[in-house]
């Protein structure tokens, strides 16, 4: 009877050590590359990439000139094109780390040069179908004034929403991956990031920097008409 109670207790700790060790995300992930489809006559069309957007919304939810819904062809090929400069994989490991791999600065032109992130300034656990990033918010406020998080209320909201987790959304499908924001975590750290914005000099953003800074700010309504929203990366093992 005692032998037996004994593998019964043992075969529990090894299920709990299998249902807690999150295999399915803990790995080295690539971002998926850049297809493109042969048009006669003409350039390649983009097909896919590793940055994806879907904004499904009303017909007459507009930004500036732009119906919202023909936002991602715009922004997801040039978008996924940037993306694939910068960032080479990202690294789930199973101590709870999150290691990237990216470019560091270099001549234009150039081979990008790349390089790891330190363990320790991102960490993540999984709940559910969500990954939660934790930054190391001690690095993000060591070049702050002392007095920011005393004087700046959006600064304290924004540390606590960080100390909480930053909610990802994944979904894993054979060898790939999408990491996804949704519209219900945007409409939620938005405010935030009006709130800063009206401490930016819209010169600071360049010569297009006033209608940037004009279409940002008419997002919060654009979202009232929106269903659906989701910004992310496509990954591959």
């Known amino acids: 009877m005692r032998k037996s109670i004994v593998c019964v207790f043992m075969m529990l700790c090894a299920l709990h050590l299998f ?3 999150n295999d399915g995300i803990v790995r080295t992930w690539k971002l998926s590359q850049i ?4 048009v006669p006559g003409g350039k390649p069309k983009f ?5 994806f957007m879907t904004w499904e919304a009303s017909n007459d939810a507009v930004l500036g000139f732009f119906k919202v819904t023909g936002i991602p062809t715009m922004v997801v090929p040039m978008g996924s094109s940037k993306l694939a400069q910068q960032l080479k994989d990202i690294t789930f490991q199973k101590d709870g780390n999150v290691v990237v791999t990216y470019a560091v600065p270099n001549q234009e032109g150039t081979e990008p040069q790349w390089e ?21 918010v001690d690095n993000l406020l060591a070049s702050l004034p002392a007095d920011s998080l005393r004087n700046n209320a959006t600064l304290n909201e924004a540390v606590e929403m960080v100390k909480n987790g930053i909610p990802v959304n994944y979904k894993l499908e054979g060898n790939t991956a999408k990491l996804f924001i949704d519209k219900p975590f945007i409409e939620k750290i938005f405010p935030l990031i009006l709130a800063g914005l009206n401490n930016v000099d819209p010169a600071t953003m360049g010569n297009m920097g006033g209608m940037i800074k004009g279409l940002l700010q008419g997002i919060p309504s654009v979202l009232q008409k929106t269903t659906k929203l989701e910004i992310g990366l496509n990954l591959e093992k």
């Open 116 to 136: 790891k992130s330190k363990p320790g300034m991102v960490t993540y656990k999984v709940k559910d179908d969500q990954i939660l990033f934790f930054p190391n």
């Open 35 to 38: 297809k493109t489809e042969e």
């Open 47 to 51: 097909v896919s990439g590793p940055l």
């Open 19 to 21: 249902s807690s060790c």
